[in-house]
């Protein structure tokens, strides 16, 4: 060993190492303030790894099933809105004959029939904002109502015949292995309407009809339009419950949505636990790095300077 250097080479190449370890672990910090983030690999979150990955998965599979959920809410709340005008249409008709009879005049009941039939062939070939049809039971490129005339009604061979939407109902998948089926056809919603206005229209068109025409109500009209009493109140009844029904779907569909919210909520906490940086404690990494960065600099300085010389006597 030489005279003047008390230092060895195996300390020297372990100070060195001191210092490359030291300096490492602060370009870490430094990156992970940067980022964000407390890597950008699975493998820098070491044990943590499976289980963010997991949730990351989960966290996924919730979005897509937040999105779906969405357009099957708002789907249902524009036909919660529809339904109760077709209630109200029911309602309209029920009222005509009612007051028809009432007051042995059917003067204005078949101008309500008529619009009565053409608000609800309005609604029940309306469209969403994609251009399909809401009532089409998943044949959404075709209008589910195919007559736009009370001639064509009455002509028709049966009331089913003048609808043609499918018989699907949606279903969207809300959660892992739960689905909410949704979306009520036009045949669902409007047979009992349409055979109501079918047959008040028929019987107008036969030799006993001619409501416009009739001051007073004859015996034949006024048996058959107290019949009608009875048979509108059950459509509009009916129209009701459907509008009841869906109903009940939109709150599943509100609760499922509830749920997503609180579930993204969760995730995003674990998420943010794990994989974000925690700026506090990487703040007060960075200090004790640089401090232990600047000690094995100043030790590994000293040990190169010390000499034997600087303990050897003067004389």
């Known amino acids: ?3 003047d250097r008390i230092a060895t080479s195996q300390q020297s190449a372990y100070m060195l190492g001191q210092i490359n370890a030291a300096g490492a672990r602060l370009d870490n910090v430094n990156k992970q303030i940067a980022s964000g983030v407390v890597a950008d690999t699975y493998a820098g979150f070491g044990d ?107 002509s028709a061979s049966s009331t089913a015949s003048i609808f043609t939407n499918g018989t699907a109902r949606k279903a969207v998948q809300v959660a892992d292995g739960q689905s909410i089926s949704f979306g009520v056809t036009a045949s669902d919603a409007a047979t009992g309407l349409m055979q109501a206005l079918k047959d008040v229209a028929s019987f107008d068109a036969g030799a006993s009809g001619s409501f416009d025409t009739s001051t007073n109500l004859s015996q034949a009209q006024t048996t058959f339009l107290t019949g009608q009493i009875s048979a509108t109140a059950t459509v509009a009844a009916g129209l009701t419950n459907v509008t009841a029904q869906n109903g009940s779907v939109y709150n599943q569909l509100k609760a499922a949505t509830d749920q997503q919210s609180a579930n993204d909520t969760l995730y995003k906490g674990f998420v943010d636990k794990v994989q974000n940086t925690n700026m506090a404690d990487a703040a007060t990494q960075l200090s004790l790095n640089q401090t232990a960065l600047q000690a094995a600099l100043q030790v590994t300085s000293t040990l190169n300077r010390l000499s034997l010389l600087n303990f050897m006597p003067s004389s």
């Not at 790894?49 to 990351?56: D, F, G, K, N, Y």
């Not at 099957?72 to 309209?92: I, M, R, Y």
């Not at 044949?139 to 109502?145: F, G, L, R, S």
């Open 48 to 154: 943590k790894a499976q289980v963010l990955q997991a949730t990351l998965s989960a966290q996924a599979r919730n979005n897509s099933y937040t999105t779906a959920t969405g357009l099957a809410t708002t789907q249902t709340d524009l036909q919660d809105t529809q339904l109760s005008s077709l209630s109200d249409l029911a309602a309209q008709l029920k009222k005509a004959v009612s007051d028809a009879v009432a007051n042995n005049d059917p003067t204005g009941l078949m101008n309500t029939v008529n619009n009565v039939f053409s608000q609800a062939v309005s609604i029940l070939n309306s469209k969403d904002a994609n251009g399909d049809y809401i009532y089409s039971g998943g044949k959404t490129d075709t209008a589910p109502v195919s007559i736009n005339s009370l001639g064509q009604l009455i």
């Open 1 to 3: 060993m030489s005279v």
